[in-house]
């Protein structure tokens, strides 16, 4: 596809790119989650450190996909970051310094994680329906997979790697028009085969295997719920449910993460906070970022140190984009950096 030049990707990001990533378009309101007998308590994150400010080609910053690789680095995406800014960033927590890790002309990442199978980072082209993959430093971008998937190309937001490199991809597809064409679509990991798993979701958005890997945590932008997808032996779809229904108010419910527990944290966008929820649905705590914290406006996503409790949430907004952390309820896999 051409290259966008700033002024259409500034107007690709205000319509309807970003109202997925991190994605509604109002911002946050201080009201809260919890419903009359809610005893669930308040986590209050601590600011560690501002990783970019607004874009004036884009007019905003939308951090995402923070994903641990093994050697300790944590990687995210500037959603937003317009042609030859740091569109992949790998941020060093204990020096609490950042250095850029790639950039091109075109792409507007979405999330972020590494293969189990291979090593490499994969990167979701929200805009242009792709999947793209990184050696670990940044270098030898190749696609990964591109292409229609049963007639439709994909609007691809969130990745979750299976146990044997294969990719399960929340398709936000219907997002624009306000319709309920999202999808999973699984995708072999040599990225020859992909194969719709669900569909006829509501902006499909989050996506996690549980700590057991016997199922699939989806979150529907759209319909603020999250739905749960039971696997066969064939990796195919045994049964599905909804499982939570989240009680956001303006925010919607972004991506998710699954800890060795089996808690799920649920981002938000129009808020900068974290839903936390045990497998059963019941809400154990809600993660906020001081209201002393100015220009935020949402906590999209999150990735909890593996073997360990210390989380990293992104937060965004006409502020810019921090890394903000907390003390999770159980402890990181490679479930909890949240697609």
């Known amino acids: 596809m051409r290259r966008l030049p700033p002024r259409p990707l500034a107007a690709l990001a205000t319509a309807g790119l970003l109202a997925i990533a991190g994605c509604g378009t109002e911002p946050g309101a201080p009201g809260g989650l919890s419903a009359p007998g809610d005893t ?20 905003m910053t939308l951090l995402e996909g923070p994903a641990f690789h093994p050697d300790g680095g944590l990687f995210v995406v500037d959603v937003t970051a317009p042609p030859g800014k740091p569109k992949v960033l790998r941020v060093d927590v204990r020096r609490k310094s950042v250095r850029a890790v790639h950039t091109d002309g075109r792409g507007a990442y979405t999330s972020a994680q590494f293969s189990p199978y291979d090593g490499r980072l994969h990167l979701t082209d929200y805009a242009h329906g792709e999947i793209v993959s990184l050696a670990p430093d940044g270098g030898d971008p190749r696609t990964f997979f591109a292409g229609e998937v049963d007639g439709a190309r994909m609007n691809p937001d969130d990745i979750a790697f299976d146990e044997e490199g294969h990719l399960y991809v929340s398709d ?5 028009e306000g319709a309920e064409h999202g999808r999973v679509v699984r995708i072999d990991r040599d990225g020859e085969k992909a194969t719709v798993l669900a569909d006829g979701l509501a902006a499909t958005n989050g996506i996690s295997f549980d700590e057991a890997y016997r199922g699939l945590w989806i979150s529907e932008l759209t319909q603020n719920r999250i739905s749960y997808l039971r696997l066969g032996e064939g990796g195919e779809v045994a049964s599905r449910h909804t499982a939570i229904r989240v009680d956001g108010g303006i925010a919607q419910t972004d991506s998710i993460a699954v800890d060795a527990d089996g808690n799920l944290y649920q981002g938000l966008h129009g808020r900068p906070a974290i839903i936390v929820y045990d497998r059963h649905g019941e809400h154990l705590a ?48 490679r479930q909890s950096n949240g697609g």
């Open 40 to 59: 669930a308590r308040t986590i209050r994150a601590q600011k560690v450190m501002q990783l970019t400010r607004t874009h004036e080609e884009t007019g």
């Open 172 to 176: 936000s597809r219907g997002l624009s």
């Open 286 to 333: 809600t993660v906020e970022v001081p209201a002393r914290a100015e220009g935020l406006e949402s906590a999209t996503n999150v990735a909890i140190t593996p073997g360990g409790t210390r989380a990293y949430m992104t937060v965004s907004g006409p502020g810019g984009g921090y890394l903000y952390a907390f003390d999770a309820l159980g402890k990181g896999t």
